[in-house]
């Protein structure tokens, strides 16, 4: 049974570009929620998708826009690269209504550079 | 949203019993903890979740008092593998999903021979 798969696990970007992070959650998993770690700090809170909807977003700006697939997977964009923007995002999958936590993916490397 | 306190980080040796204890003095009275350990370059992982009193699985026990302000995560026997960062997260369950989940920057546990 595969975990959650992100995509790719590195990548450099100059500033300024955009980028796309995909993600496939885990099999049975319906939800899937971002989220950014800086280095030496907990992960952050992105957005979550349900439905092929947001359905809670947190601190964000508008640069960092998601979707959802009728498969559950899920693409995190970010527009207009800053330095700041350099971090370790991660993927999240959940079932809805599961008790027992999420599963996160090993996440992809992002530099700005 | 109930923030948690924890240490930054513990040291043990290989053998010992590590308790790591996360005040929560917030706590509403349908938020659940949870723990989530995460090693180098990799997502966090479930522990162990509870509501009150006591919680055992295969890897952890997670006790919590009555008044439910502080939680503790009990590691039995830790070996090297078990270094890593240890978060501590309080949160509900809204009736669809457990939403986003607020890491703060973790216990770094540090096991050495």
């Known amino acids: 049974d595969a975990g959650v798969t992100q995509s790719p696990t590195h990548l450099i970007k100059t500033r300024g570009q955009q980028v796309t992070l995909r993600c496939s959650p885990k099999?049975?998993?319906?939800?899937v929620s971002w989220y950014q770690q800086a280095l030496g700090q907990g992960p952050q809170f992105i957005f979550q998708?349900?439905?092929?909807?947001?359905?809670q977003r947190g601190n964000f700006p508008d640069r960092f826009s998601g979707h959802q697939y009728p498969n559950y997977s899920s693409e995190l964009n970010v527009n207009a690269l800053l330095l700041g923007d350099s971090a370790l995002y991660l993927c999240?999958?959940?079932?809805?209504?599961?008790?027992?936590?999420?599963?996160f993916g090993s996440g992809t490397r992002l530099t700005v550079v | 949203l109930a923030k948690t306190t924890q240490p930054i980080s513990m040291d043990s040796y290989e053998g010992q019993e590590v308790n790591i204890t996360c005040s929560h003095n917030?706590?509403?009275?349908?938020?659940?903890i949870t723990w989530y350990q995460q090693f180098p370059s990799q997502g966090p992982r479930f522990i162990i979740q509870?509501?009150?009193t006591k919680v055992t699985n295969e890897v952890a026990s997670l006790f919590i008092p009555a008044d439910r302000k502080s939680s503790t995560l009990s590691l039995p026997r830790v070996s090297l593998s078990d270094t890593a960062v240890y978060y501590c997260?309080?949160?509900?369950?809204?009736?669809?999903?457990?939403?986003?989940?607020?890491f703060g920057a973790g216990t770094q546990v540090v096991v050495t021979p």
């Open positions: 999240a999958s959940s079932l809805g209504r599961d008790a027992y936590g999420y599963t």
């Open positions: 099999s049975g998993h319906d939800t």
């Open positions: 998708y349900y439905e092929e909807e947001e359905r």
């Open positions: 917030n706590i509403a009275t349908n938020d659940y």
């Open positions: 509870g509501y009150k």
């Open positions: 997260l309080v949160g509900a369950f809204d009736g669809d999903s457990w939403g986003k989940l607020q």
